[in-house]
């Protein structure tokens, strides 16, 4: 079966730093991104980061630029995405999804994901 397995989530202060990690499993294909997504409490959820597999795209919304970085590890089949500089605002569950074949090796957040994560709490106090 086709896996993804988020993990890293926890409780920081506001400034601290954390590294979320996503395990691909069973996947059939070679192209493909990963796409972090994000779910706060009473918000819809939003699309926070993504890379294709070939390392032709990476993507980040506006709230985390020059906080955030994504990558990968083929050799390991991880997605990784380094939050430092957290703020309370970065509060909420994290999603890891795949999009296979993304159009032109280009990932994006608004297009449908086959598979996804079950998710990874992140708080962030204040």
């Known amino acids: 079966d086709v896996q993804l397995v988020e993990s890293g989530g926890g409780l920081v202060q506001a400034g601290e730093s954390l590294r979320l990690s996503c395990v691909l499993s069973?996947?059939?294909?070679?192209?493909?991104?990963i796409g972090w997504f994000r779910q706060a409490p009473g918000k819809e959820r939003e699309g926070v980061s993504c890379i294709d597999s070939k390392d032709r795209s990476i993507l980040y919304t506006d709230s985390v630029k020059g906080r955030f970085t994504i990558s990968s590890d083929n050799a390991r089949y991880t997605v990784y995405l380094q939050m430092n500089s957290l703020k309370p605002e970065d509060t909420a569950v994290y999603y890891c999804?795949?999009?296979?074949?993304?159009?032109?090796?280009?990932?994006?957040?608004?297009?449908?994901?086959?598979?996804w994560g079950q998710g990874t709490l992140v708080t962030v106090s204040a």
């Open positions: 999804a795949a999009e296979f074949w993304p159009p032109g090796g280009a990932c994006a957040f608004d297009r449908y994901h086959e598979v």
């Open positions: 069973g996947f059939p294909y070679d192209d493909y991104s």
